[in-house]
């Protein structure tokens, strides 16, 4: 029995940490992006309309690897059949597709065939985060003085990663692919008073979208202050090469992340049922999206607080 524990622990380990997984019949092809080490699968769908078939090849693929969740960035009009098989719709990215928003569907995987939606304590504890986040983000910077940051190399922001993995304790960036045929920046960002942290972009010049993601979680207004300064650097980065639009995933009780994402001009577009992962914690999330420039070429948008919901109203359409 132990050389059998011992045998399947190495293969496991010989396993890719993200392994694309393809689904393919008369009326569907669609790709799982498997993360093993986030217990995650992004779905990829290249074929319009969610058959029960899809969902229980999904289904059957997070439960023979222990995912959890599973989500899908899709365009409107693609919402409402996947939630006929049973996904929730949790936000929006606006811009995700350059002129059109990418509407997020996701589904926690567990024996129920209905996916969880973020509970009423949830949705209470978000606000109340983003409230508290709203009079600490006044008092950063931009730019934030103090701190230097520069691009760095893949090899050492994924040497930095996989050292702080091990523990498994502020974990919160993983550094691994979002999407297919991606491009990725890492930037180091230093300090007299910090430890180094790491923070990552992964985009799509096609789409016009990047995923932000920060290494470490800050724990103090120091380390709060300098992955502000990263963020406030990538947003820079990514608007000089016209990427569209921004997004990331953090913790609903979050203080720190929220107080970062609020100054570097983020909003709240969605809730997702256990979709964020901080060391061995998996919780509901926030998700965190700027519109960085107008696809049509115009200065960016302005937004303000009244925006942070403005997707209710499709909520409604598509049921």
């Known amino acids: 029995m132990a050389k059998a524990r011992a045998a399947a622990a190495v293969k496991e380990s010989e396993l890719p940490i993200v392994e694309e997984l393809h689904f393919r019949s008369d009326n569907a092809f669609l790709c799982l992006l498997l993360n093993r080490r986030t217990k995650q699968i992004r779905v990829i769908d290249f074929r319009a309309g969610a058959l029960p078939a899809k969902r229980l ?61 973020v509970s009423e304590e949830s949705q209470k504890t978000a606000e109340r985060t983003i409230n508290a986040a709203k009079k600490l983000a006044d008092g950063i910077e931009e730019p934030v003085k103090g701190v230097t940051v520069q691009e760095t190399d893949r090899e050492t922001a994924e040497e930095a990663r996989d050292a702080l993995w091990v523990k498994r304790a502020d974990t919160y ?12 920046i890492y930037v180091e960002v230093t300090g007299k008073k910090v430890k ?111 925006d942070d919901d403005d997707d209710d109203d499709d909520d409604e359409e598509e049921e």
């Not at 960036?173 to 990725?184: E, H, K, L, Q, V």
């Not at 999206?289 to 009244?306: F, M, V």
Request: with cysteine; hydrophobic share 40%.
């Open 57 to 117: 090849f999904i289904q059957s693929v997070a439960q023979r690897e222990g995912v959890e969740k599973v989500i899908l960035l899709v365009e409107k009009d693609e919402v409402s059949s996947w939630t006929r098989v049973g996904f929730v719709r949790e936000g929006q990215v606006p811009g995700f597709y350059k002129r059109s928003d990418g509407h997020l569907v996701g589904c926690v995987i567990g024996d129920r065939t209905a996916s969880i939606e």
């Open 173 to 184: 960036g993983c550094f691994d692919a979002f999407g297919r045929d991606a491009a990725r």
């Open 196 to 306: 180094p942290n790491y923070l990552s972009a992964e985009f799509q010049d096609c789409f016009g979208h990047s995923l932000i993601e920060i290494l470490k979680v800050p724990r103090n207004e120091a380390e709060v202050q300098q992955a502000a300064a990263g963020l406030q650097w990538l947003n820079d980065y990514l608007k000089a090469k016209e990427i569209v639009s921004a997004f990331a995933f953090a913790p609903v009780d979050n203080l720190e992340l929220a107080t970062i994402f609020l100054a570097c001009g983020y909003r709240k577009t969605g809730l997702l049922a256990k979709g964020a992962l901080i060391g061995e914690k998996r919780s509901d999330a926030i998700l965190w999206t700027r519109k960085l420039a107008d696809p049509s070429g115009g200065s960016e948008p302005q937004l303000n607080d009244d």
